[in-house]
């Protein structure tokens, strides 16, 4: 499995779950990927569990920090400096919702939104570099940016990040899909919401590898969890699945495709 001790600056390098009931959360992500739990000791941390996989961190949970918050899931993109990062974001047209702060001496972060509407977390790494596992079964395998705007939302990363988005060739009569690169290297997605999703608000979705999403989707199911798109096969991508968790958490399941 693929093990990672540092994010380039723009890349996505850590996500998260804000659950209006963590242990329901932590219950169900557990039996669906396999992670073990760990709750953070410090009392100031608020209950801050991270997920494991063989030992390594993959991701983590939280409950809300303010009434009235559903439960979502936060990509955070690595950075350099953050809060050099904060002012780009103000720069560029988007909104800084949280200064950056120390998080004791795991990193630095901030909370910020896209001039589109998409909430995103920035991470500069201290003694947490982000996820240690990726791009393998139970574990991040990609981030997309979905708002109703790519040409603004892609305008806002390169500004913001020095990143490079490149158009990817879809399927005919599908919106097309940007690709944001680092180093020439795609690193996460834009993807265009249309008028068939007008209920899904402007978000950045974490993408989960799986060996098998059919087999996810079930498992989901019986574990309380809610499929919002069973299944849809994406030529030399894979097999895609949106879910949903017993909290309302919404995340996406991907079974790539057989190595040639």
């Known amino acids: 499995m693929p093990e990672f001790t540092s994010y380039a600056h723009g890349t996505p390098c850590w996500t998260d779950v804000t659950s209006t009931d963590l242990p329901r959360a932590v219950e169900f992500y557990a039996a669906l990927f396999g992670w073990d ?19 390594k961190n993959v991701a983590a949970g939280s409950p809300p920090q303010q009434e009235g918050i559903p439960s979502h899931w936060t990509t955070y993109i690595a950075s350099d400096d953050v809060d050099a990062t904060a002012a780009k974001v103000r720069e560029a047209g988007g909104t800084v919702l949280v200064d ?10 901030t909370i910020a939104q896209d001039p589109t509407g998409a909430i995103f977390g920035v991470w500069q790494a201290g003694r947490h570099i982000g996820a240690e596992l990726a791009n393998d079964s139970g574990t991040m395998n990609w981030n997309e940016c979905q708002t109703r705007d790519p040409a603004a939302a892609g305008s806002f990363y390169e500004a913001v990040f020095g990143v490079e988005v490149k158009a990817f060739p879809t ?9 944001i690169h680092v180093d020439g290297r795609g690193v996460a997605g834009i993807f265009e919401l249309d008028e068939n999703m007008r ?3 402007p978000n950045w979705s974490t993408v989960f590898a799986v060996a098998n999403s059919d087999g996810a989707v079930a498992k989901a199911q019986e574990l309380g969890g809610t499929a919002l798109m069973p299944g849809m096969d994406l030529p030399d991508i894979g097999r895609l699945a949106v879910l949903q968790d017993p909290t309302g958490a919404v995340f996406q399941v991907l079974q790539p495709p057989p190595e040639s």
């Open 37 to 55: 739990a760990e709750v953070a000791e410090e009392p100031e941390a608020g209950g801050y569990t991270m997920f494991k996989l063989d030992g």
């Open 100 to 109: 950056p702060f120390d998080v004791f001496d795991a990193g630095r972060m």
């Open 171 to 179: 399927a005919d009569g599908r919106p097309t899909y940007h690709v």
């Open 199 to 201: 209920d899904v608000p």
